[in-house]
């Protein structure tokens, strides 16, 4: 079971999304072998907690190049560097690849006084039935605008965002440190509500500098031990 990890001031939280895929020859082991490389792979989960805490997702059926998806998330981008080392060397792990990875940092928004309790879902220890994450950048234009202009167009953004306050968010930035300059993930226990949620955000003006955002990884919350027996 995972320990939520305590408040800090040391430094943000670093915050990673993994999602892997099984070999063909995963499934050609037998039934007890398979089971016996779950549980070690899961045993490296519990032994990096509290450190590193972890929230499994089952991508199966939601999206062909991935099984599983991991939300992993401490102040240490090097312990979450060697606890990935390990799972890949250990048990199941041995037949799995990585075809997503998505990190980043939390931060305080430039265009909000203080987050809402919508924006606070990392700091919370319940997880919603669904998961979406994506990363995403925005336009060169977009910061060659004023301040003002972009906080306007956020505002309307923002508001937006609060009529769906059952719809989780969680942002995370990653500009400089990997392609995208943004990742952000939302929470739902109705996949049509968050889809409701994207189109009116797609009508927003500050649609018009979004340079991309996709792939989109769709997942649903499970135990890690269920995950791990769906594979």
Excluded: C
């Excluded at 250990?90 to 939390?106: C, K, M, P, S, V």
């Excluded at 606070?120 to 979406?132: S, T, V």
């Amino acid at each position: 079971m995972t320990t939520s990890i305590p408040n800090s001031t040391e430094g943000q939280l670093f915050v990673q999304y993994t999602t892997f895929k099984a070999a063909p020859e995963w499934r050609r082991l037998p039934a007890a072998a398979r089971e016996d490389l779950r549980a070690q792979f899961a045993q490296v989960v519990a032994e990096h907690a509290p450190g590193v805490t972890t929230y499994a997702y089952s991508t199966i059926g939601l999206k062909l190049n991935s099984d599983l998806l991991l939300w992993r998330k401490s102040y240490s981008p090097i312990a979450m560097q060697e606890m990935t080392s390990r799972l890949l060397q250990t048990g199941i792990g041995a037949y799995l690849e990585q075809t997503n990875l998505y990190f980043g940092y939390t931060r305080a928004s430039s265009y909000t006084k203080r987050p809402t309790t919508q924006e606070q879902a990392i700091d919370l220890e319940d997880r919603e039935q669904f998961l979406i994450v994506y990363p995403f950048s925005k336009t060169k234009e977009w910061y060659l605008m004023s301040r003002d202009a972009r906080q306007g167009m956020m505002n309307e953004h923002i508001r937006v965002g609060h009529e769906y306050a059952d719809v989780r968010q969680v942002l995370l930035y990653t500009t400089g440190i990997d392609d995208h300059e943004f990742i952000v993930a939302y929470e739902t226990n109705e996949l049509p509500r968050f889809q409701e949620l994207v189109i009116a955000l797609r009508s927003t003006e500050a649609r018009r500098y979004t340079l991309n955002d996709t792939p989109i990884i769709t997942g649903v919350h499970r135990p890690l031990d269920e995950a791990l027996n769906l594979i």
